[in-house]
């Protein structure tokens, strides 16, 4: 049974990342790429605040590891710029539908990049959601290209912290100070050039940039919570909390259109997500019911069966 405390950790982290959609544009008239410099700034300092407080320190750098966390920082970058470009340029929905494939990409980089062999009902929901993209794609005239970056670059993200094994806290100081001079610099020349926004429209607008890095610290703590007490199969249910929040800002507060083929492309993809979930669920519960079996004892005295020859 899932822990009660990680389960509220999980909720809470979740609904946090669903609702940041009601956030950013709250930041405005600053720029996304303003927004963007100032979260990467802000954020470093709140959580090397976070680890300070927990006594937290990082070890175990290496320059593979340093190496792998660079790209994830040019990953992230990618996330989070085009998510802050998009909800405040009316494309929540098309954010939301990244999330919702997110599952499948990461599908799809275990197939490349591990050479995983996938399961027939896993070769079902991947089909399911390339039809997703094909009808997504007849509505819009072009390929769903926001949803596409804001998924991508987030796999991206969860492989190069993968390969990296380090904790997502400490994992996420390294990669904000591998970006804190570049975003530095870039904030301090919109100043120079009289574009910036930043302390020049009240202390609550000022207020609000800086909340920009607690707020990304704030889930992630959260996060770590429920990852440490949790089941990954209770994790993965709860990840869809999040676009499912997206998508009812996006329809229902920012009430962006829905054409018929956008709900088609939506309910491909919400097909494919059940397909997957309840095909990894069966999966698990077979392999648990395996390793139950394996370590039953037989009957005294049973003389154990020949090994295979392929195993030998």
């Known amino acids: 049974m899932a822990d009660r405390r990680g389960l509220a950790f999980g909720v809470a982290a979740y609904v946090l990342w669903g609702l940041f959609p009601l956030y950013w544009p709250l ?7 303003e927004i963007l410099a100032h979260r990467i700034v802000w954020s470093l300092v709140a959580v090397l605040v976070m680890l300070a407080a927990g006594r937290h320190w990082i070890r175990g750098m290496t320059w593979r590891r340093a190496g792998l966390l660079a790209g994830a920082s040019v990953a992230i970058t990618v996330n989070w710029g085009t998510f802050i470009w998009a909800v405040n340029n009316g494309h929540t929905l098309d954010v939301a539908l990244g999330y ?3 599952p499948l990409i990461s599908v799809v980089l275990g197939v490349v990049v591990f050479r995983e062999r996938l399961r027939r009902w896993q070769w079902v929901s991947v089909g399911l959601g390339v039809s997703a ?7 819009y005239g072009r390929p769903p290209w926001i949803a596409f970056a804001v998924a991508g670059a987030f796999g991206l993200y969860g ?12 994992s996420l100081a390294v990669e904000t100070a591998f970006l804190f001079l570049p975003a530095l610099a870039f904030a301090l020349a919109l100043e120079a050039q009289g574009d910036a926004a930043f302390a020049h429209h009240g202390w609550l607008h000022a207020a609000l940039i800086v909340g ?7 889930p992630l703590l959260l996060f770590n919570g429920a990852a440490t007490r949790l089941p990954l199969s209770v994790l993965g249910m709860l990840q869809y909390l999040a676009p499912v929040l997206q998508f009812a800002i996006g329809l229902l507060v920012q009430h962006e259109a829905m054409p018929p083929e956008r709900w088609a492309g939506f309910v491909l993809v919400w097909g494919a997500l059940t ?5 990894g669920l069966r999966a698990g519960r077979r392999a648990r ?12 005295g049973a003389v154990p ?6 195993a030998k």
């Open 27 to 33: 930041l405005e008239p600053s720029s996304p790429g």
């Open 100 to 102: 919702f494939i997110n």
């Open 133 to 139: 993209v094909v009808v997504l794609a007849a509505g």
């Open 159 to 170: 492989l190069f912290k993968k390969f990296a094994d380090m904790p997502s806290v400490e």
């Open 212 to 218: 920009g890095g607690v707020v990304t610290a704030i």
């Open 275 to 279: 397909v997957l979930t309840w095909d």
């Open 289 to 300: 019911s395996s390793a139950r079996a394996a370590e039953r004892p037989g009957p005294r």
């Open 305 to 310: 069966p020949p090994e295979p020859e392929t």
